[in-house]
């Protein structure tokens, strides 16, 4: 496998932090159609979806953590003797939708693996 330089590396950064292939162009010192050809090298790909998916497991993993604070804060509302039939209402509604929003996370993280598996075995 042939190592990468260091101009498909700083497109590689540029491209899975959500820049513009223009963007990622421009800060890798490249034309366009040089990113173009990069992208259907495999090692190019092949590290560009390391970095994707590593970085979105982070933010994942940091989501989960502010899920689990935020489920706490709402169960302390719900405990609050003073808290209305409304508020009570809206706090469970906020915890079955952060539920949802979860298993929904959770699985699309699965398909992704399973994913990158097929790809690897191809």
Not at 40 to 50: C, I, Q, T
Not at 106 to 120: H, K, M, P, Q
């Amino acid at each position: 496998m042939e190592e990468l330089k260091a101009s498909e590396l700083i497109a590689i950064a540029a491209l899975a932090s959500g820049k513009t292939i223009n963007q990622a162009a421009t800060e890798a010192g490249v034309n366009e159609r040089t990113i173009d050809r990069w992208l259907k090298k495999p090692e190019f790909k092949a590290e560009l979806r390391s970095i994707v998916t590593t970085t979105y497991r982070s933010q994942l993993n940091q989501l989960q953590s502010l899920l689990c604070r935020g489920i706490e804060r709402l169960s302390q509302i719900l405990d609050d003797e003073q808290t209305t039939a409304p508020d009570i209402i809206r706090t469970v509604h906020l915890l079955l939708s952060a539920a949802d929003r979860y298993q929904e996370s959770s699985l699309t993280e699965r398909v992704e693996n399973l994913e990158l598996e097929i790809n690897n075995e191809v």
